[in-house]
T-cell receptor, first 116, second 113 residues
Framework: SAVISQKPSRDICQRGTSLTIQCQVD?????MFWYRQQPGQSLTLIAT?????????ESGFVIDKFPISRPNLTFSTLTVSNMSPEDSSIYLC?????????????FGDGTRLSIL | KNQVEQSPQSLIILEGKNCTLQ??????????LRWYKQDTGRGPVSLTI?????NTKSNGRYTATLDADTKQSSLHITASQLSDSASYIC????????????FGAGTILRVKS
């Protein structure tokens, strides 16, 4: 399975600032995703990171707040912009290594973000 | 209403005992149902993936069952170990959502010695 590295693993940020989270995979993958996991809640898909084109955002998430880049098949970034305490959460990168809907999806260990 | 509901919300068992976690879903039609284990401070790790035509799948001491007619799944853990302490998440891949994953809230399992 793919090895996924996320940086930073955690951060404490000031209100109004922005933070960029990096996701590096040790092999080329077809799909990369960004999720949010709020305390005690299930994972929610933010967007699908598309290589070479704009990310596909889910309802309730917008590009201005969560800009995403995917310059190649092994790397993606998620920026959390103009942060507020409500953005305190775990942000997880996920990848699908094959085609088809029955392929496993692998997750990084997440970035734990606290906004003061 | 949650499309994937899990029970119990949390569970404490003694080391060596067996336990069963439940998952009910309303997503239909679905492509597959997955169980993930998420240790504290880590990302979810896949345990099993079952398509609608499969009714059981094992991964070591973990056995998942699926009843597509009643839209229920269970995860049975045999001879529990302290390292089984984690959140267990039921996930459904739904055709109507472009095969995106719909996550349950998870069952928090604590295994005591």
């Amino acid at each position: 399975s793919a090895v996924i590295s996320q940086k930073p693993s955690r951060d404490i940020c000031q209100r109004g600032t922005s933070l960029t989270i990096q996701c590096q995979v040790d092999s080329q993958v077809t799909m990369m995703f960004w999720y949010r996991q709020q305390p005690g809640q299930s994972l929610t898909l933010i967007a699908t990171a598309n290589q070479g084109s704009e990310a596909t955002y889910e309802s309730g998430f917008v590009i201005d707040k969560f800009p995403i880049s995917r310059p190649n098949l092994t790397f993606s970034t998620l920026t959390v912009s103009n942060m507020s305490p409500e953005d305190s959460s775990i942000y997880l990168c996920s990848v699908a290594t094959g085609g088809g809907s029955n392929q496993p999806q692998h997750f990084g260990d997440g970035t734990r973000l606290s906004i003061l | 209403k949650n499309q994937v509901e899990q029970s119990p919300q949390s569970l404490i068992i003694l080391e060596g005992k067996n336990c069963t976690l439940q998952c009910n879903y309303t997503v239909s039609p679905f492509s597959n149902l997955r169980w993930y284990k998420q240790d504290t401070g880590r990302g979810p790790v896949s345990l099993t993936i079952m398509t609608f035509s499969e009714n059981t799948k094992s991964n070591g001491r973990y056995t998942a069952t699926l009843d597509a007619d009643t839209k229920q799944s269970s995860l049975h853990i045999t001879a529990s170990q302290l390292s089984d302490s984690a959140s267990y998440i039921c996930v459904v891949s739904a055709e109507e959502y472009g095969n995106k994953l719909v996550f349950g809230a998870g069952t928090i399992l604590r295994v005591k010695s």
